[in-house]
């Protein structure tokens, strides 16, 4: 009979997830594996942004949403610096760039069929009352953190003036008197690429800085002094382990951890955090977001960040160190965070031991 508490239709358990980011909207694209849930996205129109970014990554079984949407793909990239070109070829898993707008698309498309509901008011949670509210806003930095900071052209030059069978994710061949250098470069078409003055220091520089770099590594070593300049983008990105937006909330994204402290790597860790709360909440445990990263990782990536931060002259010599020891296949595990015990070893073994010994002592006594 009608009326029965039997016939009553059970209403959706809310959940919200605060911010309009990669995070939210990486979650809201699989709400379908959320049963019985309702996925509220809270992101004030003041709070997102419009600018386009090239973000990359390397093949793994938790990205198969992305690589389709991938601009384009290499398996082979470079790591330079003034005495040392290393090639690494990579069968499994090889590199692909995704731009930011063309995956938040794609996210917005599917939130839009899991039927996930936007709101742009932030008083909107109190009417909600949801069960579980995950921020995925910027998590606090302290100050005087370690940063990736960056500039980007992505420019159009003549045709024959790149060889895009090959990234460049690391050329050493600039001015290091700031910190850790290098230009990155991906070759989209032999004739348009994306060309970044990539710094790890705590200090930003002027403008001009990075795009002094630019320049001169387009015409000294990549032979490009006529371009026409497309797009430009610009960022910096803190280093390290950081606390969360707001301590009421749950954190999701680089609000939860997933930024890999030494690198600055964001996209393929998000990704990699939210397939494995789904993961378990298919498994019967409730929804929950942890950093993606393994202890033992972080703990060498404290190391690390302290040899780059207090000894940068020996990043070069380190990073092509470690290209020329290890396979593609290798290097993108390990910078993936997929590393076994012996692929560890394989990397410290390439490692100079002096900066890092010094980087432990200097550990122990407290210091970053």
């Known amino acids: 009979m009608s009326g029965e508490p039997n016939d009553i239709i059970k209403q959706p358990t809310k959940i919200a997830v605060l911010g309009g980011g990669c995070a939210a909207l990486s979650l809201a694209a699989n709400t379908n594996l959320l049963s019985g849930k309702q996925l509220h996205v809270i992101a004030p129109k003041v709070h997102k942004s419009d600018q386009n970014h090239i973000w990359g990554f390397w093949e793994m079984d938790w990205l198969q949403d992305a690589v389709p949407l991938a601009r384009k793909t290499w398996h082979k990239w470079a790591v330079r610096n003034a005495d040392t070109e290393v090639i690494m070829h990579a069968d499994a898993y090889p590199y692909h760039a995704i731009t930011r707008r063309s995956w938040l698309e794609h996210c917005n498309a599917r939130a839009q069929k899991n039927d996930v509901l936007f709101h742009e008011d932030m008083t909107q949670l109190a009417t909600l009352s949801p069960k579980q509210v995950f921020d995925s806003r910027p998590p606090r930095r302290e100050p005087n953190m370690m940063l990736q900071h960056f500039i980007g052209w992505e420019i159009c030059a003549e045709p024959g003036s790149f060889d895009d069978s090959t990234a460049i994710l690391m050329d050493f061949r600039c001015d290091q008197s700031r910190g850790m250098h290098f230009i990155y470069c991906l070759p989209f078409s032999d004739r348009e690429a994306l060309v970044e003055s990539t710094l790890f220091s705590p200090t930003l520089e002027t403008n001009e800085f990075y795009e002094t770099a630019i320049s001169s590594w387009l015409k000294k070593h990549a032979g490009v002094s006529r371009f026409n300049l497309l797009r430009r983008e610009q960022g910096a ?85 470690l290209a020329d020891s290890l396979t593609g296949d290798e290097f993108a595990r390990f910078l993936s965070g997929e590393a076994n015990m012996f692929l560890r070893a394989k990397v410290i073994a390439a490692m100079p031991p002096l900066p890092f010994i010094r980087a432990l002592l200097r550990s122990d006594e407290g210091e970053p």
Not at 246 to 272: H, L, V
Not at 279 to 304: A, E, Y
């Open 237 to 321: 990105i803190p280093l390290g382990v950081m606390k969360r937006h707001d301590t009421d909330f749950q954190g999701i994204g680089a609000n939860g951890g997933a930024i890999r402290p030494s690198s600055g790597y964001a996209f393929s860790f998000i990704q990699k955090q939210i397939k494995t709360a789904l993961r378990n909440v298919s498994d019967g445990h409730m929804l929950q977001f942890s950093t993606p990263h393994k202890p033992i990782d972080l703990w060498m990536d404290k190391i690390f960040l302290s040899v780059l931060r207090y000894q940068p002259r020996y990043a070069p010599k380190i990073f092509t160190a």
